[in-house]
């Protein structure tokens, strides 16, 4: 299908919004300018959305194979659509995990079949995330694992960390880590904080992540690889990505959009939709991210969307699953409580989460221009409305933010030239 955006407002290079038309051919962006000429081109009606490159998430749970009572990746690609997001980074830690070449294999097949947006897998760095046998690292990259984890879990012996950097280092693959060592959980299913001492639970203290991401960038110096922190949520993390920054490691960070918006002090009681991983920290924490972010030692934002069902998200604060939604969510909330708050400016949130993380991984999306994959959303940034779980695409209805008033809601997304959510009205 052949598209012909009329009249949305793109962000330009220095933050202002400027009305064009936008020209899809053949899945390319052919064209962007005002008053474009349409040979039998279908013609979408975009007046008053701002269009922005499709969002991209590195950060994303879709439970297939093994899970699809929480998600698959049929649904778990068209909540991404619904939220705006047109590539999307697929977590490992499913039944079977992404280990082998046989297993990497039957999800790509499925991804083909299935997804409405692109889908990046991850491969696991360990056999089944154990941490004992680290998995043959080149085969799953010439398969197409977009990079290695065992997000989930922390690695937990540094010399299996090392290797896999250096593996990684010499095929030019990624590491990305899911900080947390296993001898300072305690137990715990909430921060150890404020929260933790009020309802007498055992907490996650601060230093079971940034111990392992102190260790980590050490290790990725010695081994010249490329190492991103996942879901980044302390103030001593922040410290040390920053420093390890300034001493010249190849490092990135992620931050989500809930350890942005939200700290112990704002879990409203033993409310497991408030229990993720890792948790929420305290708002000097929160505070600290906003300013990494905002200094750049943060690079991206990523929703780390782990959707549970109702059933297992009742079973109490501390036997219920870690982790909550976020893709149909993420930027109405950010855009809502940051942007129009003016704390970030569009052009930073737009960035955070389309540029940023393609540039820190060297994906060739996140941009709008000729030539392009045409990957957008149009967002409307003026109708408000009640974040409600039960409109969710996704099968996972687990969020915190339920009842959350917000602008910035993305109305149609086109993937790779096709229109794969829209709200509906605009089309002629
Ligand atoms: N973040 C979470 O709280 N949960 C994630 C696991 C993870 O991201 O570590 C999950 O898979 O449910
Ligand atoms: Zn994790
Ligand atoms: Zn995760």
Redesign the pocket.
């Known amino acids: 299908m052949n598209w012909l955006i009329r009249n949305a407002r793109i962000v330009t290079k220095n933050g202002d919004l400027e009305t064009v038309d936008v020209k899809v051919e053949d899945k390319k962006i052919i064209e962007i300018g005002s008053g474009l000429k349409g040979k039998g081109h279908k013609e979408f009606q975009a007046e008053g959305s701002v269009i922005s490159p499709g969002f991209v998430d590195l950060?994303v749970h879709l439970r297939e194979p093994g899970g699809e009572h929480k998600e698959t990746i049929e649904t778990g690609t068209k909540s991404a659509a619904k939220g705006g997001f047109t590539t999307i980074a697929a977590?490992p830690n499913t039944r079977p995990v992404p280990d082998s070449v046989e297993t990497l294999q039957s999800l790509n097949q499925k991804i083909s079949e299935t997804a409405s947006v692109r889908v990046l897998p991850y491969a696991a760095i360990t056999e089944r995330q154990i941490g004992d046998t680290l998995n043959d690292l080149p085969s799953l990259k010439e398969n197409g694992a977009f990079a290695f984890t065992d997000?989930?879990?922390g690695v937990q012996s540094a010399d299996m960390m090392y290797q896999a950097m250096k593996t990684a280092a010499g095929i030019n693959a990624s590491i990305v880590a899911?900080c947390?060592e296993n001898t300072l959980i305690y137990g715990g299913a909430v921060h150890d904080g404020t929260f933790s001492k009020e309802h007498n639970l055992p907490g996650i203290p601060s230093i079971c992540e940034a111990v392992h991401i102190s260790r980590d960038v050490l290790l990725a110096e010695a081994a010249g690889v490329h190492y991103h922190v996942?879901?980044i949520s302390t103030k001593e993390s922040v410290r040390v990505v920053r420093d390890a920054k300034k001493a010249g490691i190849n490092v990135t960070a992620e931050v989500t959009p809930h350890h942005l918006l939200l700290c112990e002090d704002d879990i409203p009681g033993l409310d497991p939709n408030f229990k993720m991983?890792?948790p929420l920290r305290s708002k000097e924490d929160r505070q600290a991210l906003i300013e990494g972010l905002l200094d750049g030692t943060i690079d991206f934002i990523a929703t780390?969307h782990a959707p549970h069902t109702e059933a297992e998200k009742s079973e109490g604060m501390q036997l219920a699953p870690f982790g909550i939604v976020g893709l149909e969510t993420a930027f109405p909330l950010l855009y809502t409580n940051f942007v129009e708050k003016g704390i970030f400016t569009l052009k930073q949130l737009i960035d955070w989460m389309t540029i940023k993380p393609s540039e820190a991984f060297n994906l060739p999306f996140g941009l709008l221009e000729v030539g392009g994959e045409a990957d957008f959303t149009l967002i409307d940034l003026h109708e408000q409305r009640e974040i409600d779980p039960a409109g969710f695409l996704s099968k996972g209805k687990n969020t915190p933010f339920k009842g959350w008033e917000c602008k910035g809601w993305p109305k149609a997304t086109f993937y790779q030239g096709s229109l794969v959510w829209n709200e509906g009205g605009n089309e002629q």
């Open positions: 950060h977590m997000d989930g879990v899911h947390e996942c879901h991983n890792p780390d």
